[in-house]
């Protein structure tokens, strides 16, 4: 079996000549009907585009793409980075027999067909088997166990492919077994190295087409890192000017042929939790302007819009908390608006909150006053109620001592009076501590004076 997915690592300038067809390749590289993207993909690593941290002499994939005994990797990375074409280049050398299988598709009888097969492969013609799993955070973990065994003793040489952070996606025990190397975006130059290229190679567009500069730019902003995009933009903005008769792709043809970017960014995976965040951090560091960026980005990749009220609400009172008592009402307006109206309106409510919490006086005295004091209780510092505070509205209170030496501070001219409130051991313990930013300030005048009062100092 073998995956029709390219992943996008392209041909360099004048490579060197290509190797017989690989073992295991799909055979749509060399149809000149496939897409742009399927036809440059790279026939050996002389033409790979991009990952030179990993490809390296010496590195672990380099030695593993020509012939070396490695171990079993995982290639963790975005789209478009070159993931299938790596772990394709593995079959074209050493006389490895090639398998790829798409986590979408494939069970655990399958699996287990196929390594067995590789075990009787080793052991009667000496062929180490490839094993290429596309997508491998989507199998289940009983999916992901039955791995364990054919890696651990090499019946197979697994190279697994994942756009989705592998802790959390994949198991301990393969992760542990698994050498994970991290695939990078490919950066402007990469990407403009693989347009021009594609444009003049015989297997691409062949010379059919001029790319203007203004039309580069915009497909390599447009792409994002992804290589795969960025030829498919192109491929598509090219049949645009040429099917009117044209032969200069500019920008208005990248414009008609290309909608917009698609946003990196899966709800359920690592970009979720890089935006999340982001939004989050820039929100706390006091910049509205990065903090609505992130919050755009959710939204168009249509993130839940209740998640990120959810997280303006805890902000609210992580990070502004008193500083703008105002925040936590805006952030549960915010809520509400969602919960009331939905998408599309109910941006203006998050926008609007968003920047609310971002331009407000921050302080997080809330969060460390309730984390100490919630450390002390599971310290062992759960002191008796004081008597005088404790129950007393039942028949025999008053003979326990229950309430009896109760003050009552309504009575007090100021509302406020001498009195222990916390356990013995915890007398003169400040947990909530305000700031001298925003509304703490004159609270923390307040609380001087109440603490003053209450604890039997000075009124």
């Keep these: 079996m073998t995956s029709t997915e390219d992943d996008g690592l392209f041909a360099l300038p004048e490579p060197e000549p290509a190797p ?15 897409p742009l993207a399927v036809r440059m993909r790279p026939r050996s690593l002389a033409e790979v585009v991009g990952q030179t941290h990993l490809l390296r002499p010496g590195a672990p994939l380099r030695l593993l793409a020509e012939g070396g005994d490695a171990t079993s990797v995982l290639l963790y990375g975005p789209p478009g980075t070159g993931k299938t074409t790596l772990a394709r280049l593995t079959a074209a050398v050493a006389d490895r027999h090639f398998v790829a299988l798409s986590a979408l598709t494939s069970g655990v009888k399958e699996l287990r067909d196929v390594m067995s097969e590789a075990r009787r492969r080793r052991d009667r013609q000496g062929r180490r088997t490839v094993l290429f799993i596309d997508e491998v955070h989507r199998f289940s973990r009983t999916q992901q166990d039955a791995l364990l065994g054919a890696v651990e003793d090499g019946q197979v040489l697994l190279v697994a492919a994942t756009t989705e952070n592998p802790s959390f996606s994949v198991v301990s025990p393969l992760l542990s077994r698994l050498l994970v190397l991290r695939l990078q975006p490919l950066t402007e130059d990469e990407l403009r190295e693989l347009l021009r290229r594609a444009v003049k190679d015989e297997r691409g567009l062949d010379g059919a087409v001029l790319l203007e500069p203004e039309a580069e730019d915009a497909l390599v902003r447009l792409a994002a890192g992804d290589a795969r995009s960025a030829l498919t933009a192109l491929e598509a903005s090219a049949e645009g000017v040429t099917g009117t008769g044209g032969s200069a792709v500019d920008v208005a043809a990248v414009e008609r042929a290309v909608s917009g970017t698609t946003v990196r960014y899966d709800r359920q995976g690592d970009q979720h939790h890089d935006v999340v965040s982001a939004f989050i951090k820039s929100i706390r560091g006091s910049d509205p302007d990065a903090a609505l960026h992130y ?26 908390g008193l500083a703008d008592p105002t925040a936590l009402q805006a952030a549960v307006a915010a809520a509400q608006t969602v919960q009331f109206i939905g998408m599309p309106e109910a941006r203006l409510a998050l926008a609007q909150a968003t920047v609310h919490l971002a331009t407000a006086p921050k302080s997080n005295t809330v969060l460390v006053g309730i984390d100490e004091a919630m ?38 001219p100021e509302g406020v009076l001498p009195q222990q409130y916390p356990p013995g051991d915890l007398v003169g313990k400040d947990y909530y501590r305000p700031t001298d930013r925003g509304g703490e300030r004159d609270l923390r005048e307040r609380l001087s004076r109440l603490r003053r009062v209450v604890r039997g100092g000075e009124g």
């Design 20 to 34: 017989p067809h690989p073992p295991g390749a799909d055979s749509a590289t060399a149809r000149p009907g496939a």
């Design 295 to 320: 919050l755009a980005r959710m939204l168009v990749a249509g993130e839940d819009p209740r998640f990120i009220a959810r997280r303006l609400l805890v902000h609210a009172s992580e990070d502004v």
């Design 375 to 412: 450390s002390d209780v599971r310290a062992g510092a759960v002191g008796e109620v004081p008597p005088h505070l404790r129950h007393s509205r039942y028949t025999g209170a008053k003979e326990l001592g229950n309430g009896v030496g109760y003050r009552y501070p309504h009575r007090a």
